[in-house]
């Protein structure tokens, strides 16, 4: 079977990604708020509108250059993520500086390799609104990597970072496969296969043995989820539970939001992953609370 890589099909196909990310990230951060958190357990729905995070918000400029120009822009990428910055979305002080000296003219290349003593960001930024890329280069998961490795580095040049990002939308790209989703432990062998050796690289290696157990909490523990909020404290997990839940959105969403940490961002990368392939969409209930996309994001290739 041919993969349709018309643009149009291909921004459906990131589409449907960056919807099924909105939804993981905005109900996962739903349950940093106290009141809420006891919801899990139950795996019970919080009450209100879910507001979605930075999360969102990065995903829909890389959606948004891959309409405009059919590939990563950097300069463009750099210049929407700093027009659509918004400080109330849950942004890292590091990102927030950065992007507001964007926005007064900064270079992005000088100001993001300075972070962090010169050693650049190996946060989780670059992974967490990268699913979509990968959606929509489904017919050539090695241009994801590549494509996703240039999207990092405006905001996100550690090693660990880019790697971070390559693995996702690897991931998504193979997920969204034509001749459908692989199985759980293909799809961490095809992630394993496209990124360079690494801790995230490490990581999934270690998810990939991890598949047969049940217990999502056990996985973190070994894996982590996000707490130190570092690429390779959370992709490897995150990847681990997209795997498992491969189809099921609701069941890739719980598991992964029941043990806790950074959860806006690893239910985000879950809910994109998942989605990239329609029969791991969202439940349409949960789409329908979730706060629309961003008003400024393309409905079609430019």
Known sequence: MTVDSSPDRRLDRALSSLRG????????????????????????LPDGVWEWTDDTEMACSVVAVLAAHGRIDQDDLARSFAEHHDFDRGYGPAVN??????????????????????????????AMRIAPLGAYYA???????????????????????????????????????PSGPPTSRDLLD??????????????????????????????????????????????????????????????????????GGDMDTTCA???GVVAAEKIGAPPAAWLERTEPLAQWMPTASV
């Open 21 to 44: 990310l909105s939804v993981g990230d905005a109900l996962g951060s739903q349950f940093f708020v106290p009141e809420n958190y006891p919801l899990l357990k139950s795996r019970a």
């Open 97 to 126: 500086r950065l992007l507001r000296q964007i926005r007064e003219g900064g270079d992005w290349r000088a100001l993001a390799s300075a972070l962090f003593k010169g050693q650049g960001s190996w946060g989780n930024g670059a």
């Open 139 to 177: 017919d050539d998961p090695e241009q994801a990597t590549h494509q996703a490795e240039i999207s990092a580095y405006p905001t996100h040049q550690h090693r660990e970072a880019v790697v971070g990002a390559m693995a996702v939308a690897a991931a998504a790209a193979l997920v969204a496969s």
């Open 190 to 259: 095809g992630v394993i296969a496209l990124v360079p050796r690494s801790a995230v690289g490490a990581g999934l290696r270690r998810a990939k043995d991890m598949l047969d157990y049940g217990d999502p909490a056990t996985v973190a523990a070994v894996l982590g989820c996000g707490r130190r909020t570092t690429a390779h404290d959370t992709v490897p997990f995150a990847l681990w539970s997209a795997a498992r839940g491969l189809g099921d959105f609701e069941q890739a969403f719980w598991s992964t939001a029941q043990v």
């Open 269 to 271: 990368i879950v809910g």
